[in-house]
């Protein structure tokens, strides 16, 4: 069994980089073989339950409310919805359950609503990951303590 390494030095990052892409594949596979089950993959769902209208200006991102998308804006879907979509995610395979927002950064009225949708999700057995824009401190805590097992923050 090998140890998760966070020392690594430049010129070992370097050679990383520098073997060609097979070799890199091989041994990844080979890592990834001593942790996990080669043969098992995890199916994971993705909702959007914040759609559209972000005010963030990432050019490649069709929830950018900058462009013109054609892309329905939508509000926080409610609570109860996004949780029967995690349980027909987990009814059709998924151990994950992701959720995505286009804002900037939740705000105080609609992330009581959000800590609900990690609580409920992790309450029906399902890991959790979303990603939210900007978190503060205080955010990320109530977050991690609701459950939520990964997290993607812009910042």
Not at 30 to 59: M, W
Not at 85 to 95: C, I, V
Request: net charge negative; charged share 25%.
């Amino acid at each position: 069994m090998s140890r998760i390494r966070h020392d690594w030095s430049t010129e070992e990052v370097q050679a990383l980089f520098e073997l060609p892409f097979n070799e890199l594949l091989f041994r990844a596979q080979s890592i990834h073989r001593q942790h996990f089950d080669p043969n098992e993959v995890q199916v994971s769902t993705l909702l959007s339950i914040k759609t559209g209208a972000c005010p963030e200006d990432c050019q490649y991102c069709s929830q950018s409310g900058h462009y013109n998308t054609d892309l329905e804006k939508e509000k926080l879907m409610e609570v109860e919805k996004v949780l029967h979509e995690a349980q027909q995610a987990k009814q059709n395979g998924a151990s994950r359950f992701c959720m995505g927002a286009a804002w900037k950064h939740p705000s105080a009225k609609d992330f009581p609503h959000v800590l609900a949708m990690v609580k409920g999700v992790r309450e029906l057995g399902l890991e959790t990951c979303m990603t939210l824009g900007a978190l503060n401190e205080e955010q990320t805590q109530a977050l991690a303590e609701a459950g939520l097992g990964l997290l993607q923050s812009q910042y």
